[in-house]
């Protein structure tokens, strides 16, 4: 049997391998790249066959996964060279459309895009994905059922993808939670309760609004009593202009990854991983 080939044994490939073993899948794994600590690691933690040529590791392929950075994907693509055989091909890049990765590596190639959230390493993550027309419909099953072990899956058009890649990021969590735990430490609470309630006011109210099937207009109306503390902070931050300030954030992430969309053969090469 055919092998899921990862080319690039960088954060996402860790990720989505850790979640793939967590949750019991059993093919075997084959992960090329060019630094050798990053296949030893990933070989000890999680039984992949590591594979440092790579035109090997795409003979190996039935299901091939492009995990290197978005401004080393041409170079790739290019040492791969000519296939003589059909093989659906899945780029994590973002930014690069379907018609460049099928300009760079053509038929009989088949592309898709996704876009799988760090948190696949828990099997909790979420994951976008995008298909060219041509795509076969039982590469589609296999796709569509690899990152359901990992996490939630949705398909979205391909337009979508870059508001979907700025939007989903688990970063936003992260800052979050960093930024309202530092602002309850400058009022007086120590760090570790500080990091309690904020992980409370943040992760527990989304695991709500996502479990209870409670519409977040009433879940906001609900948790901010009119005239309240909690409706007095939000009509602060409102005033302060947090929704502008965070639509120009995505915005300039839109922007940053819209750039890696130059054509990718007539940029500078760099290493892969």
């Known amino acids: 049997m055919k092998a899921l080939v990862f080319l690039g044994g960088g954060r996402i490939t860790s990720a989505?391998?850790?979640?793939?073993?967590?949750?019991?899948?059993?093919?075997?794994?084959?992960v090329h790249d060019c630094h050798p600590r990053k296949l030893r690691e990933l070989r000890n933690q999680y039984r992949i066959t590591a594979e440092p040529d790579l035109q090997r590791a795409v003979a190996?392929?039935?299901?091939?996964?492009i995990a290197v950075r978005p401004d080393s994907v041409g170079e790739l693509l290019q040492q791969i060279g000519d296939l003589r055989r059909s093989l659906p091909a899945v780029s994590l890049a973002a930014g690069i459309p379907l018609a460049n990765l099928r300009a760079q590596l053509?038929?009989?190639?088949?592309?898709?895009?996704?876009?799988?959230?760090?948190?696949?390493?828990?099997?909790?993550?979420?994951?976008?994905?995008?298909?060219?027309?041509?795509?076969?419909?039982?590469a589609k099953r296999e796709v569509r059922r690899l990152f359901a072990c990992v996490g939630q899956v949705i398909e979205i058009p391909q337009h979508q993808f870059d508001a979907f890649t700025v939007t989903y990021s688990s970063s936003h969590g992260y800052h979050a939670l960093a930024a309202l735990a530092f602002a309850a430490q400058k009022l007086?609470?120590?760090?570790?309760?500080?990091?309690?309630?904020?992980?409370?006011?943040?992760?527990d109210g989304v695991v709500t609004w996502r479990e209870g099937r409670i519409p977040l207009?009433?879940?906001?109306?609900?948790?901010?009593?009119?005239?309240?503390?909690?409706?007095t902070v939000m009509s602060a931050m409102d005033r302060a202009g947090y929704s502008r300030i965070v639509e120009r954030a995505l915005r300039k992430g839109i922007e940053r990854a819209r750039d890696a969309v130059a054509p990718v053969s007539r940029r500078p090469s760099r290493r892969r991983g």
């Not at 989505?16 to 084959?30: E, F």
């Not at 828990?122 to 994951?127: D, E, M, S």
């Not at 007086?188 to 992760?203: E, K, M, P, S, V």
């Open 16 to 30: 989505l391998v850790a979640g793939l073993r967590l949750t019991g899948y059993d093919r075997r794994i084959v």
């Open 188 to 203: 007086g609470l120590d760090r570790n309760t500080a990091l309690i309630a904020a992980a409370h006011a943040l992760g």
């Open 60 to 65: 190996q392929a039935g299901l091939l996964v």
């Open 106 to 138: 053509g038929p009989p190639v088949h592309w898709a895009r996704a876009m799988p959230s760090p948190v696949c390493r828990t099997a909790q993550g979420l994951t976008a994905l995008t298909f060219e027309g041509n795509f076969p419909n039982s």
């Open 217 to 231: 207009k009433r879940l906001l109306h609900e948790a901010a009593t009119p005239g309240g503390v909690a409706a």
